[in-house]
């Protein structure tokens, strides 16, 4: 599949339905894929490594973020190991969004919000963004996508990325410090980097 493919809003790919397994130590998942979607013969290792070794979750009724949900490993972990919070997942490729619908409503997971992102309301500030980011957009594209929603914490929550070092994992944390963006190396395994943002100053200093 040509990789550019699933950062489209329709796929021009044809449809082959498939499955997946998400193990981890505390989820268990089966989840359809198909071809058009990020990763769709196995959860990519980048993602995996995030959801094994990603900070612990906000509690209570806050909002979360998986941005660039794919068919839903992300959001469904998130939305398993905080119940009392609702999970935007959010994608701009509809054959995703219908998957991870699919997905989240198989495993039960009723605090699942799949959105386009222009659907996700205005007032939304989110308390923790989690993502494996389409960094072969391109470096401009990137910048305005991870812009927009950083810019979407809430002032005390914070994002968390995992990006291939090869595809500039240093640079993109560079950039987005130079932002205003706080960004901190939680850890690299086997090239990849677990990146993990804070809200701007402005943010944080908006509710004072």
Known sequence: MNDGQYWTDRPEVASRPSEVDLLLPDVDLRLATDRGVFSADRVDRGTRYLLLEGPPLPTGAVDLLDLGCGYGPIA???ATRCPDARVWAVDVNERARDLCRANAEAAGLANVAVAAPDEVPEEIQVASLWSNPPIRIGKAALHDLLERWLDRLAPDGTAHLVVQRHLGADSLARWMDD????????ASRKGYRLLDVAARKAQREDVR
């Open 76 to 78: 469904c972990t998130l």
């Open 179 to 186: 932002q205003g963006w706080s960004t901190t190396r939680r």
